[in-house]
T-cell receptor, first 108, second 113 residues
Framework: RKEVEQDPGPFNVPEGATVAFNCTYS??????FFWYRQDCRKEPKLLMS???SGNEDGRFTAQLNRASQYISLLIRDSKLSDSATYLC?????????FGAGTTVTVRA | EAQVTQNPRYLITVTGKKLTVTCSQN?????MSWYRQDPGLGLRQIYY???????DKGDVPEGYKVSRKEKRNFPLILESPSPNQTSLYFC????????????FGNGTRLTVT
């Protein structure tokens, strides 16, 4: 079983829609979690960290469910510029494991 | 400007011809790492370094070497490249791995024929 698994998508959504997707992780002892964004095979960039209580950054909301071992990302009011691949990253004892990414395409 | 610089951006080579991909960061980060990215597999760690002169294997270290003689540089060496090392490579650094974000270089697209 992979350490981090994501639905590859693609999720094709119209502008203004809400899209949400999850990432599951296998190691229950994982300490911290992140979402990175990657545009068209460019370098990944940190989108947001995921805190136990859940956190929001503008139109983006991240949640952590430790009992079921998944994190989620929700994008509200999607923009064309949100089209990207979203990478789930899990930290376990200073070792980061990356998911293969979920592709989101926002259409006009 | 704070950045991680990788060179070259694109490289086409032949099997067995030694090559080095350079990586340099100007943020005084102690942690540096190399990843390869292949379709459907996500980023996989090749080697990482927690500090100068300290390097450790990641998940896929076979066929690669690294060195960390100074804090800012972390070159990736392929002594005898093979076609299965054709991939997109990223170098990254972090102030505090697991807490602070990873800063990635622009990537090196390597093709081994």
């Amino acid at each position: 079983r992979k350490e981090v698994e994501q639905d590859p998508g693609p999720f094709n959504v119209p502008e203004g829609a809400t899209v949400a997707f999850n990432c599951t992780y296998s190691n229950s002892a994982s300490q911290s979690f992140f979402w990175y964004r990657q545009d068209c095979r460019k370098e990944p960039k940190l989108l947001m960290s995921v805190y136990s209580s859940g956190n929001e950054d503008g139109r983006f909301t991240a949640q952590l469910n430790r009992a079921s071992q998944y994190i989620s990302l929700l994008i509200r009011d999607s923009k064309l510029s949100d089209s990207a691949t979203y990478l789930c990253v899990v930290n376990n004892d200073y070792k980061l494991s990356f998911g293969a990414g979920t592709t989101v395409t926002v259409r006009a | 400007e704070a950045q991680v610089t990788q060179n070259p951006r694109y490289l086409i080579t032949v099997t067995g011809k030694k090559l080095t991909v350079t990586c340099s960061q100007n943020m005084n980060h102690e942690y540096m790492s190399w990843y390869r990215q292949d379709p459907g597999l996500g980023l996989r760690q090749i080697y990482y370094s927690m500090n100068v002169e300290v390097t450790d294997k990641g998940d896929v270290p076979e066929g690669y070497k690294v060195s960390r003689k100074e804090k800012r540089n972390f070159p990736l060496i392929l002594e005898s490249p093979s076609p299965n090392q054709t991939s997109l490579y990223f170098c990254a650094s972090s102030e505090n791995i697991g807490i602070s974000p990873l800063h990635f270089g622009n990537g090196t697209r390597l093709t081994v024929t």
